[in-house]
């Protein structure tokens, strides 16, 4: 499944994270199946051979996905970077 497949699965069910700064630490917060949906994001986007990055956001593109309280977006960057040149050793 591609990052937007994943979201596309999980829309209907109101899966909802909290994404927040506490201090020195980010706090990624849901239930089981938010979490999930979360760890199913993430290998997504290991595997996308479209695209290095995946953002969602409580304010933006993904909105319904975060709780009120989330001040943060998540953003997910598989290196190495399709828009950086990469050099050799």
């Known amino acids: 499944m591609t990052p937007d497949e994943v ?6 069910r109101k899966v ?8 020195d630490l980010v706090l990624l917060e849901g239930d089981r199946e938010a979490l999930e949906f979360l760890g199913n994001l993430i290998l997504a986007q290991a595997n996308d051979e479209r695209s290095c990055n995946k953002s969602i956001q409580p304010n933006g593109a993904g909105s319904s996905f975060f709780t009120d309280p989330s001040n943060l977006g998540i953003y997910i960057h598989r290196l190495p ?9």
């Open 81 to 89: 970077c399709e828009h950086e040149k990469v050099e050799e050793s």
């Open 16 to 23: 909802k994270i909290t994404a927040k700064a506490m201090d």
């Open 7 to 12: 979201c596309a699965s999980y829309a209907d």
